[in-house]
């Protein structure tokens, strides 16, 4: 048993001995190559930290520091100049045009909505698809307003589909209002049964909101016809 061991511990030292001779042997053969590609790896991984570090972060900054009185207009409902800047202050498609995807997702929701709220459904429909935000809630909100967008360009299919899609987007309270604007988009196109459906759900799924209070005279108004 003891030579068995012994045999044993022979074999594995003269494994590990040949690995390490044929490892020796590798960097010896390839030993510079490797070492270029391990500092033009490095050198690389340097160049991205530096260019976020020095470039990138401080152009986010920069650019949020630019939306700060967009954001103001926009929240006072001055839609024109949150857009469109005051001749001092930078508006949110001016801030899209300099800094882009770098000035966060949401000014592609600022400016989508601003253009919406100014009649401007193809600019704001335009704006709304770039949006990629995260948020759930805000996601389903450019989705509907895309819709509102599509309703306002009275393509009243799409303008249905976007609420739809809004609705199936996070189950919130807030989906019983894009579930009504569907409906009233399929009552639009008269398919009044797609209409009743959506608003049957509303009932089911969402009664203690809004919508679900008041949705009784919608089915009822269908069921009339």
């Known amino acids: 048993m003891a030579q068995q061991s012994k045999n044993q511990n022979i074999e594995t030292s003269q494994n590990v001995g040949e690995a390490v001779s044929k490892a020796e042997k590798f960097f010896k053969e390839y030993g510079k190559k490797v070492s270029i590609c391990t500092i033009a790896v490095v050198a690389v991984a340097l160049v991205i930290v530096a260019v976020m570090q020095f470039y990138v972060k401080p152009l986010q900054?920069?650019?949020?520091?630019?939306?700060?009185?967009?954001?103001?207009?926009?929240?006072?409902?001055?839609?024109?100049?949150?857009?469109?800047?005051?001749?001092?202050?930078?508006?949110?498609?001016?801030?899209?045009?300099?800094?882009?995807?770098?000035?966060?997702?949401?000014?592609?929701?600022?400016?989508?909505?601003?253009?919406?709220?100014?009649?401007n459904a193809d600019n704001a429909i335009s704006y709304l698809k770039k949006y990629n935000g995260k948020d759930e809630i805000l996601a389903a909100r450019a989705i509907c307003c895309m819709g509102d967008a599509y309703a306002m360009k009275e393509d009243y299919s799409s303008a249905m589909a976007q609420y739809e899609k809004a609705a199936n987007y996070a189950d919130n309270a807030y989906a019983a209002g894009y579930l009504l604007k569907a409906g009233m988009m399929a009552e639009e196109?008269?398919?009044?049964?797609?209409?009743?459906?959506?608003?049957?759900?509303?009932?089911?799924?969402?009664?203690?909101?809004?919508?679900?209070y008041e949705i009784e005279k919608y089915i009822n108004r269908i069921q009339v016809k």
């Open 61 to 119: 900054a920069e650019a949020a520091n630019q939306t700060y009185a967009a954001e103001q207009y926009f929240r006072s409902g001055i839609y024109d100049l949150a857009l469109n800047g005051d001749g001092n202050a930078l508006g949110f498609a001016q801030v899209v045009d300099e800094y882009g995807k770098k000035a966060g997702a949401a000014v592609y929701l600022y400016a989508g909505i601003c253009e919406l709220q100014l009649g």
């Open 189 to 212: 196109l008269g398919n009044n049964a797609k209409a009743l459906s959506l608003y049957e759900r509303i009932k089911k799924e969402y009664p203690q909101t809004l919508e679900g």
